[in-house]
């Protein structure tokens, strides 16, 4: 049996070492807060750092560290910690070195504000094994502090980055593109490419959310109003129009096409996010309390008092025993289908599927329920189908039979 | 300089990683920095690598644990040997393992 090296090496782009069945759990998001030392106009869930209920309603630490306990066990790899802002949370570095020493890589959301020099010192010497993925808001003290209207944040951001590269801590930068900084795009991508562990371009939010939890009117109106036109999306992702319309031909064959009354195409009960308050979601947008389940014994059922879907699952119950019952009564949901005769008329059928962005998350965050068809990604989506030469002028995605020899190299690209 | 193994040695799992089970596969996740040659590498086990693995116990020197491989693997207690021998010294060199 002799043989000369006996240890294979995974990089990140090597994908993971699965030879037969791949573990139950692939990757767990946590929330670990939904309070925020920011206050960004455009954010779809936060609340204020000082928010003495939301703090009170939390996971403790050791629920949360029970959570991970029980993703090691299920085969998890990866856990995500996001917010709000992670690093708000007293006892973060304790969670991040009991997940570390679980064997997780831990895939940090922050904004870089509140990273200490102890911090950075910890993410240097146990390294996260991914990169932290820091949003930037803006170039400047005045674009950026416009978006986070917090004063003295731009300076906070600045001095979490210099530890940061001062420790060669990797990172990578995302940019949410604002009527407040998108005249510093160019500015950005400049900087970005400085920052080593940018091997990729930079990506960009373009499409903002409505808040999460259906929580607040008002800031919802002012979310619409910052959001990009179709065609100013159009414009950022046409900049190298060469290399946009080879990135679009690659991923329409591989992602497009009609998805059928089946509401849910992504990876739904293989991955799974918990809220702040220790509720598991299928996904990260997906917040209806009959779409979630409870793990926190301490938090009290919020089922029974709203019910906004026109479909239900059978088999799903409010509270769960842990994660493993968490995903199975979420793999349930891979079979759902619709009967909203709007969306069979449009989704349904519609080959644009995949460029849009429609799904159940959007659709409850847009209108309360997981299965009507979101006006804005759909405009966005058939702006750049007409654009690439997909669709014609008045045409609409769900009218064309002939998708698959429309999305074809040779008609596509002219 | 890197000392020599011998068949003498007991080896056992470096506290410096973490090594789990995952679907019947060895994952080698480093702890601290400098295990990796880059930040964001794990470890795998070729199914020899994963066959000696599992019979480190930090208590058995590495002849012993040839031996106890030879109710598995047919072939020369010398070609056993030759392997765990082999498998120890990589593993050191990478910190994964260190010898007791
Ligand atoms: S930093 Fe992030 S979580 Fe905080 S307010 Fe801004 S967008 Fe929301
Ligand atoms: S483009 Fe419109 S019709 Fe097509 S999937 Fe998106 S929302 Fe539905």
Known sequence: MTQKTYVVQRGRDQGLPWKGARPRLEQLDVELTERCNNDCIHCCINRPANDAVARAGEMTTEQIRDLLRQAAD?????????????????????????????????????????????????????????EIEVTVYGMHRESYEAVTRIPGSFAQFQRGLNLLLERNVPFVVKWVVLPQNKHEMVEFEV?????????????????????????????????????????????????????????????????????GDRLFSCGVGCSLCIDAYGRAQPCMGLRA??????????????????????VSVPGMRPECAGLEDALSQFSRLYDLCTTNPEYLRRCARCFLKGLCEQCPAKSWTE?????????????????????IGWLGKNEYGWEVMNWQERISVQHSIR | MATQLSLDAVCACSENVVARTI??????????????????????????????????DGKKTLKEVAVSLAEVFDGPASELEADVLGFASELTKRGILVAK
């Open chain 1, 74 to 130: 299920l085969g998890c790899l990866q856990v995500r910690f996001t917010g709000g802002e992670p690093l708000l949370r007293h006892d973060f570095q304790e969670l991040y070195i009991y997940a570390r020493r679980l064997g997780l890589k831990v895939l940090l959301f922050t904004n870089a504000c509140l990273i200490t020099p102890g911090l950075a010192d910890l993410f240097q010497r146990m390294p996260p094994l991914i």
């Open chain 1, 191 to 259: 900087w970005a490419g400085t920052i080593p562990a940018m091997t990729r371009p930079p990506s960009y939010v373009m499409s903002l959310d409505l808040r999460n939890r259906r929580d607040d009117e008002e800031k919802n109106v002012c979310i619409q109003s910052l959001r990009l036109t179709p065609h100013e999306s159009l414009a950022i992702l046409t900049r190298d129009v060469a290399e946009y319309k080879q990135s679009m031909e690659a991923f329409a064959s591989r992602f497009m096409g009609p998805s």
């Open chain 1, 289 to 310: 309390s009959e779409w979630t389940v409870n793990l926190n014994p301490d938090l009290k059922s919020v089922r029974e008092e709203d019910s906004f879907s026109s």
């Open chain 1, 367 to 387: 209108h309360g329920t997981i299965d009507t068809p979101v006006a804005y990604l759909c405009e966005t989506a058939h702006v750049q189908a007409r654009y």
């Open chain 2, 23 to 56: 679907e019947g596969e060895v994952v080698l996740i480093p702890l601290i920095a400098g295990i990796g040659d880059e930040e964001d590498e794990l470890y795998t086990l070729n199914e020899t690598g994963q066959a000696i693995w599992q019979k480190l």
